[in-house]
């Protein structure tokens, strides 16, 4: 459940018509705690949203189309968005995913890159390449072209908070085209966020 300020509604996209469906919450201090930056002050929130009413006619992917939304909301005095109810005959999909995922955080691999960190993590016993969900800070791995984006307010290259793969369990996976990867990025003095995916 997305936790936002009082009087938050729910992200919807305007060209469809219905709401976005919420995909997941990072706390920008965790950021800071786990990415050895120290520089969070455990101030603010990012809430990631894709529209999945109509999956790949909204252009989820694009960070600019507005089929997505990422936003920054202070930490304090949070409270669950209303959600959305849909209409029996609604062909829309649900606006939360199927079930929650709990996920463990893994202390930085001493790792060149994000890709041989998965590699080392998965070749130890009882582990698999789908466990890993993504990374929290560090360098983005695209799978296509650096899109890393800049501050449409300060103009600065927006830093890393997350990046997510689709996960192996269908109910708690998330639709990023089969197999791709989203990353979510933010500036944080401005209060901005970027999110996009790639496959």
């Given at each position: 459940?997305?936790?936002?300020?009082?009087?938050?509604?729910?992200?919807?996209?305007?060209?469809?018509?219905?709401?976005?469906?919420?995909?997941?919450?990072?706390?920008?201090?965790?950021?800071?705690?786990?990415?050895?930056?120290?520089?969070?002050?455990?101030?603010?929130?990012?809430?990631?949203?894709?529209?999945?009413?109509?999956?790949?006619?909204c252009e989820e992917w694009d960070p600019q189309a507005g089929g997505n939304r990422a936003l920054v909301f202070p930490a304090a005095a949070l409270q669950p968005i209303p959600v959305p109810t849909l209409d029996e005959e609604d062909d829309q999909e649900p606006v939360l995913l199927g079930a929650v995922s709990a996920v463990a955080y893994e202390m930085p691999s001493t790792a060149a890159d994000y890709g041989q960190a998965c590699n080392e993590w998965a070749g130890q016993p009882g582990r698999a390449p789908l466990d890993v969900l993504g990374q929290l800070?560090?360098?983005?791995?695209?799978?296509?072209?650096?899109?890393?984006?800049?501050?449409?307010?300060?103009?600065?290259?927006?830093?890393?908070?997350?990046q997510l793969k689709e996960e192996r369990d269908h109910a708690t996976a998330m639709n990023f085209g089969g197999r791709g990867e989203a990353y979510a990025f933010a500036c944080e003095p401005c209060t901005q966020a970027v999110f996009l995916w790639q496959c």
């Open positions: 459940m997305p936790l936002a300020p009082a009087g938050t509604t729910w992200p919807q996209y305007a060209t469809c018509d219905g709401p976005m469906q919420f995909l997941a919450q990072v706390l920008l201090d965790d950021l800071g705690r786990h990415a050895g930056q120290g520089t969070a002050e455990g101030r603010d929130v990012l809430a990631l949203f894709m529209c999945q009413n109509d999956p790949g006619m800070g560090g360098q983005p791995a695209w799978l296509q072209n650096d899109e890393t984006p800049a501050c449409q307010t300060c103009a600065r290259q927006m830093r890393l908070v997350v």
